[in-house]
Each structure stands twice: as C-alpha cells, then as structure tokens.
C-alpha cells in the first residue's frame, strides 16, 4: 500500500524568505501526486498536481512543485512566502490504476511571521 | 465557498449513541468521497461513490459505519455504537471527472466529539 511522508512538522518563516516543503512516497508504480492546502478557519483546497509531463508543475499563488521519480519526492517550493501563506500544507498521492483514493501525508504547518 | 456543504458543522454524542452526518456535494458531481481526520492527522480515505454506486470501501470503514448515496446526490454516513476512537473530523468531498481529471472539492467538515 502507498504512503506519504511529510517530515517537517511545523515550519516557521519570517516573510520574503524562500519555501521547501518535504514529500516522499512510497509506491513503484505510476503515481498522480498533489498538494492541498488548508488556510485558517477553511477547507482543503488544492494547490497543484502532477499527472505526467514536466516535473516542475506551477501551481496557485506562486507555489511549485518538482516531481524526482528517483528519488520518490514531490517537494513544494515557493521562492518568497507572504504572511497570507500561513496554512497546513499536505501532500497526496494517487496510484495511477483507476482507484480514486487518495493517500495524504500527516501535513506541515506553516507560520510566516510578519 | 466550495459549494460543497456538510451538515452537522458539529455533533458531540455519548458513546453507544447512532449519529448520521450528510454531505450535499456541488450539484452536476457525480463523484462524492468520505475522508476522517484525526488530531494531527492527513485526512484518510473513508469511501467514494459514483453516482449512487459505492465503488470503493477502506478497511477503516468497520461495519458500525455505513455510508449511502441513495439518487445520487447527497450523502449520508452512519457510525452506529458510536466509540470514543470515532472522534474526529469527518470530510466530504465531490468531483466531476474523478481524480484523473478533477480536483476534489472538500467540504467544511462534521467534527464528531464521542463522550
């Protein structure tokens, strides 16, 4: 079975400074890989996805994320965070073979400091 | 407002007690999924329905849970006996094409307090 790893915990970032948010997973097959974010007070909302294609999928809010398939990771980067970044940031993974679960990290949550 | 809407916002029951929480999902969805979240936790997967189809069970779905979507549009989940272990943050979610093709749309959640 699949899982995801996020190792970072709690991050805390005073704002300008640049984001890596940590994901690995665990499966060999194909993957359809995601972040979601969940600001104060609101629902999960996606970020980005990755299906196929180019690695480096720009999602919203000046967030990005790098697909390493060697290295089963999926960091998520922002290269200047604002005070509004402020949210928990979890990373998902689908196997590619028509189930429609999806398997979420235990999340990190970001504090930016004005 | 993601349009999909979830109903109790929050239910505090005793243990041994039945509760049922409905999801109402963005309305052409065809796709509607039940995720639980604990303390901590990223949200893990409950069940999912296509239409009125429930297509996929995890094993965390014991058989105190049941989930229907009877005409294909809201959704209900029971937890019948209802433990202390059950607290938690029970999610909706709705799609158009599946996860293939569509993001999810989450729900606000039932945050479920078992005393």
Not at chain 2, 2 to 11: A, D, F, I
Not at chain 2, 48 to 65: G, I, M, T, V
Request: proline share 3%.
């Amino acid at each position: 079975a699949q899982s995801v790893s996020q190792h970072n915990h709690h991050v805390i970032l005073s704002e300008a400074a640049s984001l890596e948010l940590g994901c690995n997973y665990s499966y060999g097959g194909t993957v359809n890989l995601f972040w979601y974010v969940q600001y104060p007070g609101q629902h999960l909302q996606l970020l980005l996805k990755y299906f196929s294609g180019d690695p480096l999928v720009k999602g919203i809010k000046g967030f990005e994320a790098e697909f390493i398939k060697s290295k089963f990771s999926f960091n998520l980067r922002k290269p200047s965070v604002q005070w509004s970044d402020t949210a928990e940031y979890f990373c998902a993974v689908n196997t590619n073979f028509g189930n429609e679960k999806l398997t979420f990290g235990t999340g990190t949550r970001l504090t930016i400091i004005p | 407002d993601t349009g999909v809407s979830q109903n109790p916002r929050h239910k505090i029951t005793k243990r041994g007690q039945n509760v049922t929480f409905r999801c109402d999902p963005i309305s052409e969805h065809n796709r509607l999924y039940w995720y639980r979240q604990t303390l901590g936790q990223g949200p893990e997967f409950l069940t999912y329905f296509q239409n009125e189809a429930q297509l996929e069970k995890s094993r965390l779905l014991s058989d105190r849970f049941s989930a229907e979507r009877p005409k294909g549009s809201f959704s209900t989940l029971e937890i019948q006996r209802t433990e202390q272990g059950d607290s938690a943050m029970y999610l909706c979610a709705s799609s158009l094409g599946g996860l293939n093709n569509e993001k999810l749309f989450f729900g606000s959640g039932t945050q479920l307090s078992v005393l």
